[in-house]
């Protein structure tokens, strides 16, 4: 029953994800394809993290993230590099900052914890981007947005409540 309540809340979870992506404005879906190749890959990457836990420490799997996505960006740099100015160079170290603290914990949480209970809060990536949205460049939520972050928060929040292992729910029993 458990997993039946967590393969449809993750369905839940994805329908909110569409609501908010399935907008007029979006005439190249090539993008939403391409968050779902990365969502995908993300997946690869947490599991493997989990399957490493033991033998690497989070500081070492970032480094290598890093290295590589760094060779990998330079087969794309040619074609499409852009010299920043003064105020991109900072929008760009605030983004590598970000993106290093969050991918660090992100790293930390999945070693400790199981998968089921931290991914989930990957969902509220779009929540948060459609929140800055608003915030800093007032765009505004229809309700078929609003629609989709519920969704999103009410599947997030249950995947996490039952996300537990049955180890887990041994465990805190006695």
């Given at each position: 029953?458990?997993?039946?309540?967590?393969?449809?809340?993750?369905?839940?979870?994805?329908?909110?994800?569409?609501?908010?992506?399935?907008?007029?404005?979006?005439?190249?879906?090539?993008?939403?394809?391409?968050?779902?190749?990365?969502?995908?890959?993300?997946?690869?990457?947490?599991?493997?993290?989990?399957?490493?836990?033991?033998?690497?420490?989070?500081?070492?799997?970032?480094?290598?993230?890093?290295?590589?996505?760094?060779?990998?960006?330079?087969?794309?740099?040619?074609?499409?590099?852009?010299?920043?100015?003064?105020?991109?160079?900072?929008?760009?170290?605030?983004?590598?900052?970000?993106?290093?603290?969050?991918?660090?914990?992100?790293?930390?949480?999945?070693?400790?914890?199981?998968?089921?209970l931290v991914v989930p809060f990957s969902y509220l990536t779009p929540l948060l981007s459609f929140g800055y949205g608003f915030i800093f460049w007032r765009d505004p939520l229809s309700f078929k947005e609003a629609a989709g972050v519920l969704m999103i928060i009410a599947a997030s929040t249950v995947i996490s409540f039952f996300g537990?292992?049955?180890?887990?729910?041994?465990?805190?029993?006695?």
């Amino acid at each position: 029953m458990k997993n039946l309540i967590l393969i449809g809340m993750t369905l839940s979870a994805f329908a909110g994800i569409y609501l908010l992506v399935d907008q007029p404005q979006i005439t190249d879906h090539t993008a939403v394809w391409t968050g779902l190749l990365s969502a995908v890959c993300a997946a690869v990457a947490y599991v493997s993290i989990r399957a490493i836990k033991h033998r690497v420490p989070p500081v070492v799997i970032i480094f290598y993230f890093t290295l590589i996505s760094t060779l990998g960006s330079l087969f794309f740099l040619p074609h499409t590099f852009v010299w920043p100015n003064l105020l991109e160079w900072l929008a760009i170290a605030g983004i590598g900052l970000f993106s290093y603290y969050g991918q660090l914990w992100l790293t930390m949480a999945l070693q400790r914890t199981p998968a089921s209970l931290v991914v989930p809060f990957s969902y509220l990536t779009p929540l948060l981007s459609f929140g800055y949205g608003f915030i800093f460049w007032r765009d505004p939520l229809s309700f078929k947005e609003a629609a989709g972050v519920l969704m999103i928060i009410a599947a997030s929040t249950v995947i996490s409540f039952f996300g537990k292992t049955e180890k887990e729910d041994i465990a805190a029993n006695g």
